[in-house]
């Protein structure tokens, strides 16, 4: 809120020094302005309304200063008017946005609760499936060990069959001798006992 003050009364503004004074010039007057706003605002602001009183003079000199400053003055409040309407309208445009923005913000929210959710499952995971991949690999070197023990019997076992095959086919041409000996000794037998006979014969014969 700023007051504004003649020249000619400036000295009843010397009891509000809490507030900054700024000397301005608006249509060729001088005039004081206390407010809170610093002086490049307050000069700022000061020039604006003395170009809209300038501008609506220069369009009609018939127009005495106070019906100019009036004219600027109901132009400004045009402006300002129109300049809330358009914020009003700004803002009922916005109301949509900003509810989907909030309505975005929850979404975002809850992402990232899931993500870290999920995150800490998959570290979870992860550690099962380290302890997983190091069972596995102790299992593997087992299995690795047991297969290496199993070939070196298999091996053994082949070796064994091929000493049994060996042994079978020893004992085969055993039995093969053993019945060829037979023969022969049966052979020798019946000679000896045909022998024998005829000795037996012959000596009869001689008595």
Not at 38 to 49: D, R
Not at 69 to 90: C, G, H, P, Q, V
Not at 100 to 112: F, G, I, P, R, S
Not at 169 to 188: C, G, H
């Amino acid at each position: 809120m700023y007051n504004i003050y003649n020249k000619i009364i400036k000295g009843r503004d010397e009891v509000m020094t809490e507030k900054n004074k700024v000397d301005v010039i608006i249509d060729g007057r001088n005039f004081t302005v206390v407010g809170e706003g610093s002086e490049e605002y307050v000069k700022g602001l000061a020039q604006y309304v003395d170009e809209k009183i300038r501008d609506i003079s220069s369009k009609n000199n018939k127009l005495s200063n106070s019906m100019a400053a009036t004219l600027a003055a109901f132009n400004i409040a045009d402006e300002l008017y129109r300049t809330s309407e358009e914020f009003k309208d700004l803002k009922i445009k916005s109301k949509g946005p900003m509810e989907q923005y909030d309505n975005l913000v929850k979404l975002l929210e809850d992402a990232e609760k899931k993500i870290n959710k999920l995150e800490k499952e998959a570290n979870y995971y992860k550690d099962e499936l380290l302890e997983t991949k190091k069972k596995n690999e102790e299992l593997n070197k087992k299995i690795e060990k047991k297969e290496s023990t199993l070939e070196l019997k298999e091996k053994e076992l082949e070796e064994s069959q091929d000493m049994i095959k060996k042994l079978q086919d020893k004992i085969f041409e055993n039995q093969m001798e053993l019945i060829e000996t037979k023969k022969e000794l049966e052979e020798s037998l019946r000679t000896y006992e045909q022998e024998k006979r005829i000795l037996s014969q012959g000596g009869n014969l001689n008595r």
